[in-house]
């Protein structure tokens, strides 16, 4: 006994028995009568099997295929494996399809002929006839061909396989926003869900399935597979649309700024994101109320936090590292205190000597110069060494714990910051003595939680705010200090409040970027806000309900027994989005759509 899904018909979901003389064909044949679409022509249909047992993958059956073979090899492999395979009946429908490569030589991609080029020599001539390169992202290495048909972009895969090339690749599911636009009664955001499974121990891994479960699997992609271009990329012609992305900060701030980077892309220029925090400081999600770190929420609890959250905008901050120009290595070599100035003690080859070039990143949370990086550098240190002991969040606190306190014993840079760095807020210096470190706010949590700008009495300054145009400066008089400060004891020494920031860097000194660090050598390091903010979700504390609550335990198992999942495919990795109003918006999704 099998159930075979399909959408658009009054009943959306069959039981079917398989026999030994039951084929792909016939049981199209029978679907079909059960679904009340006798006027439909078999040959017209296809039957997919979908498994979810590890990430997604999909197939056509043949129409002479045995289904009780199929069902025989699928018990034969594990209960797990039965358990998560469906079946889809839909319709044949010619189109095209895009197809991800990544992998690719950076200078590939950084012009379309050149990705023709390039991929021209690993292919058969005939092959690229039809299709269309673009857009293309250099930084991550990243293009997309746009093929006449699956199977075309199925032996372009297949071929690349067997190359010595070592790209990947994955054809994009053909979304269908013509569909959902039908229904203007209630509001129409199909939910795209980033997963990073790296995050959180297994965690981020876990929901990748859980979520898989409740929606349709080609809503949620995992970070690993591609990074966040690909999901953009799937739902670039939708009208509108909501993000939800699992991970730490970095992996928020990663996906806010490909966001920025695919918007040409996009119909939909500004998605709002939520977020599901799996990181160890999370700041972000605690700004926005999405919580200190997941704890097991149930999924269907996170998808009506998602549906009711408030839309705001937070602003973004761009941070310019412009380097000063390295002495020769003859005048290192004679000067030892001017090597460790510039971070080359002990330097013993000219070809170790590097000019570095001005680079940009982006600040979403804060950034930090001198004590807090240095803790912070050091830890990213340690877990890059053994990633496999901080795998927990507890853990992960008890070593910065740990890292903090040999601080108190270490001298460093830090102690004589104030005669290293020099900083002007809107073109006022500030004095910096006997602070080890500085901090640059942009959201009111810093170091898991502590709001150490708190709310000033001096009228020369106010309350922060993640949305208001201003960064806030702190001080930071040590360790002792800086632990009182996350221990929530004392606040941080409230130094300025501005819109333009210039660091004049005169010693190599740890810096981090949204707990991003490293060294920084001696450079000119200006902070200006970025021309767009970024649209995010905060989700609701108060008692506001969903139309989804409204339903008892009884409608709701009738709704899920009447709304099937599958109602979205057009083709083997195509589907419609779901509607996230309502409970059976939700529940329909309980067995997947392909």
């Not at 005048?331 to 002990?346: E, I």
């Not at 000219?350 to 830890?379: P, S």
């Given at each position: 006994?099998?159930?075979?899904?399909?959408?658009?018909?009054?009943?959306?979901?069959?039981?079917?028995?398989?026999?030994?003389?039951?084929?792909?064909?016939?049981?199209?044949?029978?679907?079909?009568?059960?679904?009340?679409?006798?006027?439909?022509?078999?040959?017209?249909?296809?039957?997919?099997?979908?498994?979810?047992?590890?990430?997604?993958?999909?197939?056509?059956?043949?129409?002479?295929?045995?289904?009780?073979?199929?069902?025989?090899?699928?018990?034969?492999?594990?209960?797990?494996?039965?358990?998560?395979?469906?079946?889809?009946?839909?319709?044949?429908?010619?189109?095209?399809?895009?197809?991800?490569?990544?992998?690719?030589?950076?200078?590939?991609?950084?012009?379309?002929?050149?990705?023709?080029?390039?991929?021209?020599?690993?292919?058969?001539?005939?092959?690229?006839?039809?299709?269309?390169?673009?857009?293309?992202?250099?930084?991550?290495?990243?293009?997309?061909?746009?093929?006449?048909?699956?199977?075309?972009?199925?032996?372009?895969?297949?071929?690349?396989?067997?190359?010595?090339?070592?790209?990947?690749?994955?054809?994009?599911?053909?979304?269908?926003?013509d569909v959902i636009e039908k229904s203007k009664a209630i509001r129409q955001e199909p939910l795209l869900v980033f997963m990073n499974g790296r995050s959180g121990g297994n965690q981020g891994l876990d929901l990748l399935t859980k979520f898989r479960h409740y929606l349709n699997p080609h809503q949620v992609f995992d970070l690993?597979?591609?990074?966040?271009?690909?999901?953009?990329?799937?739902?670039?012609?939708?009208?509108?649309?909501?993000?939800?992305?699992?991970?730490?900060?970095?992996?928020?701030?990663?996906?806010?700024?490909?966001?920025?980077?695919?918007?040409?892309?996009?119909?939909?220029?500004?998605?709002?994101?939520?977020?599901?925090?799996?990181?160890?400081?999370?700041?972000?999600?605690?700004?926005?109320?999405?919580?200190?770190?997941?704890?097991?929420?149930?999924?269907?609890?996170?998808?009506?936090?998602?549906?009711?959250?408030?839309?705001?905008?937070?602003?973004?901050?761009?941070?310019?590292?412009?380097?000063?120009?390295?002495?020769?290595?003859?005048?290192?070599?004679?000067?030892?205190?001017?090597?460790?100035?510039?971070?080359?003690?002990?330097?013993?080859?000219?070809?170790?000597?590097?000019?570095?070039?001005?680079?940009?990143?982006?600040?979403?949370?804060?950034?930090?110069?001198?004590?807090?990086?240095?803790?912070?550098?050091?830890?990213?240190?340690?877990?890059?060494?053994?990633?496999?002991?901080?795998?927990?969040?507890?853990?992960?606190?008890?070593?910065?714990?740990?890292?903090?306190?040999?601080?108190?014993?270490?001298?460093?840079?830090?102690?004589?910051?104030?005669?290293?760095?020099?900083?002007?807020?809107?073109?006022?210096?500030?004095?910096?003595?006997?602070?080890?470190?500085?901090?640059?706010?942009?959201?009111?949590?810093?170091?898991?939680?502590?709001?150490?700008?708190?709310?000033?009495?001096?009228?020369?300054?106010?309350?922060?705010?993640?949305?208001?145009?201003?960064?806030?400066?702190?001080?930071?008089?040590?360790?002792?200090?800086?632990?009182?400060?996350?221990?929530?004891?004392?606040?941080?020494?409230?130094?300025?409040?501005?819109?333009?920031?210039?660091?004049?860097?005169?010693?190599?000194?740890?810096?981090?970027?949204?707990?991003?660090?490293?060294?920084?050598?001696?450079?000119?390091?200006?902070?200006?806000?970025?021309?767009?903010?970024?649209?995010?979700?905060?989700?609701?504390?108060?008692?506001?309900?969903?139309?989804?609550?409204?339903?008892?335990?009884?409608?709701?198992?009738?709704?899920?027994?009447?709304?099937?999942?599958?109602?979205?495919?057009?083709?083997?990795?195509?589907?419609?989005?779901?509607?996230?109003?309502?409970?059976?918006?939700?529940?329909?999704?309980?067995?997947?759509?392909?």
């Amino acid at each position: 006994m099998i159930s075979i899904h399909i959408s658009r018909s009054s009943i959306s979901t069959i039981k079917f028995q398989v026999t030994k003389s039951t084929t792909v064909f016939s049981a199209i044949e029978d679907a079909l009568m059960k679904f009340e679409m006798e006027g439909e022509n078999a040959d017209g249909f296809v039957l997919e099997q979908v498994s979810l047992c590890s990430g997604m993958q999909t197939k056509l059956l043949v129409p002479s295929l045995s289904l009780w073979d199929t069902m025989t090899y699928l018990k034969s492999q594990s209960i797990r494996v039965r358990s998560l395979t469906r079946f889809y009946l839909r319709k044949k429908v010619d189109s095209r399809f895009v197809l991800a490569l990544w992998g690719l030589p950076k200078e590939s991609v950084q012009e379309v002929k050149r990705a023709e080029e390039y991929i021209s020599k690993l292919l058969p001539g005939n092959l690229l006839e039809n299709t269309k390169f673009g857009p293309l992202y250099p930084n991550a290495k990243l293009a997309f061909i746009d093929c006449p048909s699956l199977s075309v972009a199925g032996q372009i895969c297949h071929i690349l396989e067997q190359s010595s090339a070592k790209l990947r690749h994955y054809i994009l599911p053909n979304l269908r926003p013509d569909v959902i636009e039908k229904s203007k009664a209630i509001r129409q955001e199909p939910l795209l869900v980033f997963m990073n499974g790296r995050s959180g121990g297994n965690q981020g891994l876990d929901l990748l399935t859980k979520f898989r479960h409740y929606l349709n699997p080609h809503q949620v992609f995992d970070l690993a597979n591609g990074g966040p271009h690909i999901g953009l990329h799937a739902f670039r012609n939708f009208p509108q649309f909501r993000i939800l992305i699992g991970g730490g900060d970095g992996t928020f701030g990663w996906v806010l700024s490909v966001l920025e980077e695919a918007q040409d892309a996009l119909q939909f220029k500004e998605p709002p994101c939520a977020l599901l925090p799996l990181g160890t400081g999370n700041d972000l999600a605690r700004v926005l109320s999405w919580g200190p770190g997941y704890s097991g929420e149930k999924v269907l609890s996170i998808l009506r936090s998602v549906e009711n959250s408030d839309k705001v905008d937070l602003d973004r901050w761009k941070v310019t590292f412009s380097p000063h120009k390295v002495p020769t290595f003859t005048a290192l070599r004679k000067d030892s205190d001017m090597a460790q100035m510039f971070g080359y003690a002990g330097i013993t080859n000219e070809a170790d000597i590097i000019q570095g070039k001005e680079k940009m990143v982006v600040m979403n949370n804060y950034f930090g110069i001198g004590l807090d990086a240095d803790i912070a550098l050091d830890f990213h240190l340690a877990r890059e060494e053994n990633p496999e002991k901080f795998s927990s969040r507890f853990h992960n606190k008890g070593v910065y714990f740990q890292l903090a306190l040999q601080k108190m014993v270490t001298k460093k840079v830090t102690a004589e910051l104030h005669k290293h760095i020099k900083i002007t807020v809107d073109g006022t210096p500030l004095s910096l003595s006997d602070l080890e470190g500085i901090v640059i706010l942009n959201i009111q949590s810093w170091g898991a939680g502590a709001e150490i700008w708190g709310n000033p009495s001096d009228q020369k300054l106010r309350s922060a705010h993640f949305g208001d145009g201003l960064f806030e400066v702190v001080g930071i008089g040590g360790v002792m200090h800086m632990g009182q400060m996350q221990g929530g004891l004392r606040g941080g020494t409230r130094l300025a409040q501005g819109s333009t920031c210039t660091i004049t860097v005169n010693h190599a000194v740890s810096v981090q970027v949204d707990g991003e660090p490293w060294t920084q050598r001696p450079c000119t390091i200006s902070i200006n806000r970025c021309d767009k903010q970024a649209a995010m979700l905060k989700k609701l504390g108060g008692k506001k309900e969903s139309v989804a609550r409204q339903f008892s335990a009884k409608q709701v198992a009738e709704l899920h027994k009447r709304h099937s999942a599958n109602e979205l495919l057009q083709h083997r990795h195509s589907y419609e989005p779901r509607k996230r109003n309502t409970q059976a918006d939700l529940m329909e999704h309980h067995s997947p759509p392909p």
